[in-house]
């Protein structure tokens, strides 16, 4: 995760321009395997890298954003699940193992778009365009040691991962409230699809779906000035923020191929398959630009 972030801040300093954010919130997910109806959420932590707004020329900008996150173990996933898989194995043969669960991955996303109102750099509203990618992993350990009795195997250890690609339109904005302040927002509706793999139980879920990413906060400028070097003029200015940030990926579409054998999402719709993940989180943040 170090080599991560090193190249990261590399790729930001490069682009001229860097904010580094630390935030804290939830990561939830509702519906989903074998029927369950309620919702499970974890605490999650989030290091980013982001530009929200930078103009190439005339109105036309880039934006850009990388989010990693961290979990600590699943204490409530894992409950909620092994209350489940005890349910289900009092009327199944087959013996479903308990679980614990961390979650932690990246979600990488690149902005463009053009600005239908730009007075300056911190008063604008641009309509846009998002592509982007998303890699969470979630290691599963399994707490039965007679789960999959059948096979003469214990699950120990199990790795589930996701790799989704997202394209849709995107919006931004910034409101100076006077010299130093501002207020800023974000919103992205996108169509996601991708694939879920488990590395002990040889399965691959083909998903498709939609994304949605809601981003307001405060902006603050201490400090800002401006140099000439012949035709080059260089505007360095220090800053922080302070915002919110909500995601969230519901699922459409799925097939599951375990083993060679695949099932639609039609075949798995009485046992509540559909399901849908969100996250929240509390942020600062502290860069510079020039």
């Known amino acids: 995760m ?5 190249l990261l801040t590399s790729l930001s300093i490069s682009l001229m321009a860097v904010e580094l954010e630390y935030g804290t919130g939830t990561f939830s997910m509702e519906g989903g395997f074998i029927g369950l ?15 929200r707004h930078s103009n190439m020329a ?29 349910t289900f194995n009092s009327i199944s043969p087959i ?26 750099q911190d008063n604008f509203l641009g309509l846009g365009l998002t ?21 003469k195997e214990v699950l120990t250890k199990s790795k589930t ?11 931004t904005m910034q409101k100076s409230l006077n010299r130093y302040i501002s ?38 400028t201490p400090f800002t ?19 919110y940030r909500y995601q969230k990926w519901e699922v459409g579409k799925m097939s599951i191929n375990a083993s060679g054998y695949e099932i639609s999402s039609e075949m798995l719709e009485p046992l509540g398959m559909n399901f849908a993940m969100d996250s929240s989180v509390g942020y600062f943040g502290v860069g510079v630009s020039f």
């Open 131 to 151: 592509v982007g990618i998303s890699m969470p992993t979630i290691d599963s350990v399994s707490m039965n040691k007679k789960a999959f009795s059948l096979t």
């Open 95 to 120: 013996d479903v193992p308990k679980m614990e669960h961390r979650i932690k991955g990246l979600d990488a996303n690149l902005h463009l778009g053009y600005d239908l109102i730009h007075q300056d």
């Open 37 to 51: 109806t309620g919702s499970i959420s974890t605490d999650i932590d989030a290091y980013s890298l982001v530009d």
């Open 183 to 220: 207020v800023y927002g974000t919103g992205s509706y996108a169509y996601q699809t991708g694939e879920v793999k488990n590395s002990y139980l040889n399965s691959k879920f083909d998903v498709d779906g939609t994304f949605q990413s809601y981003n307001f906060g405060l902006y603050f």
């Open 58 to 86: 005339s109105n036309l900008y880039y934006g850009y954003d990388f989010h990693l996150y961290d979990s600590e173990l699943m204490k409530q996933a894992q409950h909620t699940y092994n209350n489940m898989a005890s």
């Open 161 to 171: 991962e996701v790799e989704t690609y997202k394209i849709g339109p995107s919006i």
């Open 225 to 243: 000035d401006e140099y000439k070097l012949g035709w080059i003029t260089f505007s360095p200015r220090l800053f922080a923020t302070l915002g």
């Open 2 to 6: 170090k080599k991560t972030v090193l």
